[in-house]
């Protein structure tokens, strides 16, 4: 991959970020945190995983 592509990865994972954190924040605020911890739970993980691979691509962009 060439620097554009990487960053292009790594900007629409910064969109499923920030999207997942909205939605995170409505979940919490609504209450359904608790009344619907499994999709919750879900949600949290579609966030840490995208974080996590952000981090990656990042930190592979900056090998080149």
């Known amino acids: 991959m060439n620097e554009a592509e990487y960053q292009q990865v790594i900007d ?3 969109r499923v970020i920030r999207d997942a ?3 995170m924040d409505r979940f919490e ?3 359904m945190d608790e009344k619907m911890a ?3 739970a ?3 993980e579609i966030y ?3 974080v996590s ?3 990656s691509y990042t930190w ?3 090998d080149l």
């Open 48 to 50: 840490t995983k995208a």
């Open 12 to 14: 629409e994972l910064d």
């Open 53 to 55: 691979e952000q981090r």
């Open 60 to 62: 592979k962009m900056l």
């Open 21 to 23: 954190r909205d939605t």
């Open 29 to 31: 605020a609504a209450g």
């Open 38 to 40: 499994d999709d919750y």
């Open 42 to 44: 879900k949600l949290h």
